[in-house]
């Protein structure tokens, strides 16, 4: 008959090691089998005899030692593949997220980096244009209200906008996609 583990056969180091040689090959082979990756399978095998050693004194074979290592290293790789897939499903649903706010912060960065040369260049129009710029785009007001506030022909308010607008227009043409 087979060997069987005995409760509290594996208390000495000794007698571990003895498990562990006649054994690992057969629990690696099913571990491979299973990932088709030494290095996984080399993990899942010693994950399976650090578990066996950490249970010895309360573990209970019934049977050869080799099924009760071949069912462990099946269920390893079934926990293993759950786990993976689980893995990959909380990928799959925060990288989107990820993407999202990373193309966010772009456009965050973009806006500001716009801003900030509109800031520079509306500072760099003729002193008409750049009053008549500001009141109708910075605070809203209509071309009437500004002809009103600067004693301008509406026309000329006109004249200002349309000029600053093409300045503007020019200078940021790298922002026009």
Not at 27 to 42: H, I
Not at 86 to 94: A, G, K, L, P, T
Not at 104 to 130: F, K, M
Request: with cysteine.
């Amino acid at each position: 008959m087979p060997p069987v583990i005995a409760p509290l056969l594996i208390q000495t180091d000794k007698s571990f090691e003895e498990l562990y040689h006649s054994h690992w090959e057969k629990v690696f082979a099913v571990c491979y089998q299973g990932t088709r990756d030494l290095e996984q399978a080399e993990d899942l095998m010693h994950e399976i005899f650090q578990s066996l050693w950490e249970r010895r004194t309360q573990l209970r074979v019934e049977g050869p030692v080799t099924h009760y290592l071949v069912r462990a290293a099946k269920l390893k790789l079934l926990a293993h593949h759950r786990d993976s897939a689980n893995r990959r499903q909380i990928f799959d649903q925060v990288m989107p997220q990820k993407v999202s706010f990373e193309e966010t912060t772009q456009r965050q960065v973009d806006y500001h980096l716009l801003s900030e040369r509109v800031s520079e260049l509306v500072a760099d129009l003729p002193h008409p244009c750049q009053d008549v710029f500001v009141m109708s785009r910075q605070e809203g007001m209509s071309n009437k209200a500004i002809a009103a506030s600067l004693v301008l022909s509406e026309k000329t308010v006109e004249y200002h906008l349309t000029r600053a607008l093409r300045f503007l227009g020019k200078h940021l043409s790298e922002y026009q996609h």
